[in-house]
């Protein structure tokens, strides 16, 4: 069996199966690895983005535009959270308390929300956008509880069905 070492693994093992990632966790791994740095140690990547990547049950916070943080304790307190940005151009972020470079936020916009997420850090890291497989103009969640599921789902280390990330740039 392959695995992989980290310092967030399955308990008391010390490394997670290469078996037990899903199919988004291997797609972004592939992404995060495919830097233009050749001399980075694929060890060392490997490592880096596991020891980022979510647990289960980490704390989230909320922050809407320049109100102060909220625990958020459930996917329905972040759709209604969500819910609360009324307005065009209202915008909120949900980050883990524990790991504040794994986040997401989303803006109202026309036909409902977007939703973007950290880009793998770096000096060159930009956000990357989600949006529905195949199609990278269809990016909007028609209601607060598509996109607060996205949200959520992201912070817990997946994507919901269907979805895929777009990397944003300067020109976004």
Request: proline share 5%; with cysteine.
């Amino acid at each position: 069996m392959t695995t992989i070492t980290t310092d967030a693994p399955a308990p008391g093992t010390g490394t997670v199966p290469v078996e037990d990632l899903d199919l988004e966790t291997m797609l972004e791994l592939d992404d995060a690895l495919s830097g233009d740095d050749a001399s980075a140690g694929l060890g060392e990547e490997v490592e880096r983005w596991l020891r980022a990547r979510p647990q289960r049950g980490a704390h989230i916070r909320w922050k809407r535009s320049s109100v102060a943080r909220d625990a958020v304790r459930t996917r329905a307190q972040l759709q209604a959270k969500v819910a609360t940005l009324s307005v065009k151009g209202q915008f909120g972020v949900a980050d883990l308390a524990a790991l504040p470079e794994v986040w997401c936020q989303t803006m109202r916009v026309d036909g409902g929300y977007i939703v973007e997420v950290n880009g793998v850090p770096g000096p060159e890291c930009f956000a990357r956008r989600v949006h529905r497989d195949g199609d990278s103009e269809d990016d909007i969640f028609p209601t607060a509880q598509d996109a607060g599921t996205a949200m959520w789902k992201w912070l817990h280390g997946t994507l919901p069905a269907g979805m895929v990330l777009r990397q944003l740039s300067e020109e976004d």
